[in-house]
């Protein structure tokens, strides 16, 4: 047989098994928040107030503590199109088998801008938000050293 034939054939058995499942595609556009415009994210320079760039920015989506008394504070924007499959197909009685392909653009942007104590940028950064957003971590418990030895502490520390 040839090749013709073998896509033929394919494609009409994938016919047979997709309308025996039931099946779903699904496109989706999402779009939150605007980006920052290159010019004004260009414009930023260390020594700024958090008041001069609050006015060029405007207000941030989250705040973070930024060594000890600093703050760092995030912009973030999405603009998405997603393309998704479902497929369910029945096997047996009570028993089916299925799959979900989902082709989205989920990578969201966002611009970082980390301050001082004296509330003067420091530095900024553009990128992916997995990589701007600081690692995940359980603050530690540091008693005050007057504390009396109790519960979790001993004489040694």
């Given at each position: 047989?040839?090749?013709?034939?073998?896509?033929?054939?394919?494609?009409?058995?994938?016919?047979?098994?997709?309308?025996?499942?039931?099946?779903?595609?699904?496109?989706?556009?999402?779009?939150?928040d605007e980006p920052l415009a290159p010019e004004v994210i260009s414009a930023?320079?260390?020594?700024?107030?958090?008041?001069?760039?609050?006015?060029?920015?405007?207000?941030?989506?989250?705040?973070?503590?930024?060594?000890?008394?600093?703050?760092?504070?995030?912009?973030?924007?999405?603009?998405?199109?997603?393309?998704?499959?479902?497929?369910?197909?029945?096997?047996?009685?009570?028993?089916?088998?299925?799959?979900?392909?989902?082709?989205?653009?989920?990578?969201?942007?966002?611009?970082?801008?980390?301050?001082?104590?004296?509330?003067?940028?420091?530095?900024?950064?553009?990128?992916?938000?997995?990589?701007?957003?600081p690692g995940r971590s359980r603050p530690t418990f540091e008693p005050a050293?007057?504390?009396?030895?109790?519960?979790?502490?001993?004489?040694?520390?």
């Amino acid at each position: 047989m040839n090749a013709s034939v073998w896509r033929a054939l394919s494609a009409t058995l994938l016919g047979c098994v997709l309308a025996s499942a039931s099946s779903c595609v699904v496109y989706d556009r999402r779009r939150h928040d605007e980006p920052l415009a290159p010019e004004v994210i260009s414009a930023l320079q260390p020594g700024q107030s958090l008041d001069a760039c609050l006015r060029s920015l405007g207000a941030p989506r989250q705040c973070f503590a930024y060594r000890g008394d600093g703050v760092a504070m995030l912009w973030a924007w999405s603009d998405t199109d997603a393309l998704s499959v479902d497929v369910s197909l029945p096997l047996q009685e009570n028993v089916s088998a299925s799959f979900d392909l989902d082709l989205a653009d989920t990578e969201a942007q966002g611009c970082m801008l980390w301050f001082g104590p004296d509330l003067q940028l420091e530095r900024w950064q553009q990128g992916r938000l997995g990589d701007l957003l600081p690692g995940r971590s359980r603050p530690t418990f540091e008693p005050a050293s007057d504390e009396p030895v109790g519960y979790g502490r001993t004489a040694g520390g």
